[in-house]
Antibody
Framework: QVQVVESGGGVVQPGRSLRLSCAVSGLTFSSYGMHWARQAPGKGLEWIAV????????YFADSVKGRFTISRDNSKNMVYLQMNTLRAEDTAVYYC??????????WGQGTLVTVSS | EIVLTQSPATLSLSPGERATLSCRAS??????SAWYQQKPGQAPRLLIYDASNRATGIPARFSGSGSGTDFTLTISSLEPEDFAVYYC?????????FGQGTKVEI
């Protein structure tokens, strides 16, 4: 079955950088776009980024545009979220998710990023 | 960006009752909407995509309708496991956006 596993979260100081990783198995990874979303503590979901299956297109939420980048390595079935110039308001659980595959999409359990001095 | 407004914020119902959740978009998203369910400590689960299509394994008591700017998620008869937070999402324009959520509570 499809598995999505995020890693790389932790505590980071404001203004610093962090890279999240997402490992995907159980599907033909190179055929599907991948998304990142986040959820601040006690708040709702926020979609933040997508990368096309071939990395030809990428889109970002306004809240992270210019600070976050998304990339993928189809040889390793991995997608990455590079987060620069982190702010306190970036504190959240970050989820990685596949685009819709047939009639479903697949999410990881999330990784917590805490931005604090 | 497209803003999604969900109503009500909280829905207090009993098992067996019908739940009707609404989502309104600030501009037309055609049928490119989805609904997710989220329980505490869990990742979101896709319920409905393209406004009215049930995702894999989703019970028939969940149904979606609407197009343009107004969408509805209906749970025909609430089961105990349905008490959760529900989010609508638009997939028409980048950036994709979520509504703020509706909590269905007992």
């Amino acid at each position: 079955q499809v598995q999505v596993v995020e890693s790389g979260g932790g505590v980071v100081q404001p203004g610093r950088s962090l890279r999240l990783s997402c490992a995907v198995s159980g599907l033909t990874f190179s055929s599907y776009g991948m998304h990142w979303a986040r959820q601040a503590p006690g708040k709702g979901l926020e979609w933040i980024a997508v990368i096309w299956y071939d990395a030809s297109q990428k889109y970002f939420a306004d809240s992270v545009k210019g600070r976050f980048t998304i990339s993928r390595d189809n040889s390793k079935n991995m997608v990455y979220l590079q987060m620069n110039t982190l702010r306190a308001e970036d504190t959240a659980v970050y989820y990685c998710a596949t685009q819709r595959v047939d009639s479903n999409d697949y999410w990881g359990q999330g990784t917590l990023v805490t931005v604090s001095s | 960006e497209i803003v999604l407004t969900q109503s009500p914020a909280t829905l207090s119902l009993s098992p067996g009752e019908r739940a009707t959740l609404s989502c309104r978009a600030s501009q037309s998203v055609s049928s490119y909407s989805a609904w997710y369910q989220q329980k505490p400590g869990q990742a979101p689960r896709l319920l409905i995509y393209d406004a009215s299509n049930r995702a894999t394994g989703i019970p028939a008591r969940f149904s979606g309708s609407g197009s343009g700017t107004d969408f509805t998620l209906t749970i025909s008869s609430l089961e105990p496991e349905d008490f959760a937070v529900y989010y609508c999402q638009q997939r028409s324009n980048w950036p994709w956006t979520f509504g703020q959520g509706t909590k269905v509570e007992i």
